[in-house]
Nanobody, 117 residues
Framework: VQLVESGGGLVQPGGSLRLSCAAS????????MNWYRQAPGKERELVAA????????NYADSVKGRFTISRDNAENTVYLQMNSLKPEDTAVYYC???????????WGQGTQVIVSS
């Protein structure tokens, strides 16, 4: 099983980034996919989630209206489009795959996002 995030980097406030998470080794289309983030000295928090079919999404209040999660089940990839970025969005962003019925829970290695002028 692999989850490989990409797309992080340094961006100015107000800018945009698109994170990608390429999955392999499991039946991607059956899993709920999540993006979490963890800032220095803070707990990991759920940023966005998308159900297996892609029709249901959820967002943390802090990112609603600015971030969009999507998935391509044909490409086994989940995305996080981040717009209007703020310094408080600075964190390591992690991709997570969950299939609760079978107790499956996989994590990527994380990608760093820094929002700074």
């Amino acid at each position: 099983v692999q989850l490989v995030e990409s797309g992080g980097g340094l961006v100015q406030p107000g800018g945009s980034l698109r994170l990608s998470c390429a999955a392999s080794g499991f039946t991607f289309s059956s899993y709920t996919m999540n993006w979490y983030r963890q800032a220095p000295g803070k707990e990991r928090e759920l940023v966005a989630a998308i159900r297996s079919g892609g029709g249901s999404t959820n967002y943390a209040d802090s990112v609603k209206g600015r971030f969009t999660i999507s998935r391509d089940n044909a490409e086994n990839t989940v995305y996080l489009q981040m717009n209007s970025l703020k310094p408080e969005d600075t964190a390591v962003y992690y991709c997570n795959a969950v299939l609760r019925l079978f107790g499956r829970d996989y994590w990527g290695q994380g990608t760093q996002v820094i929002v700074s002028s």
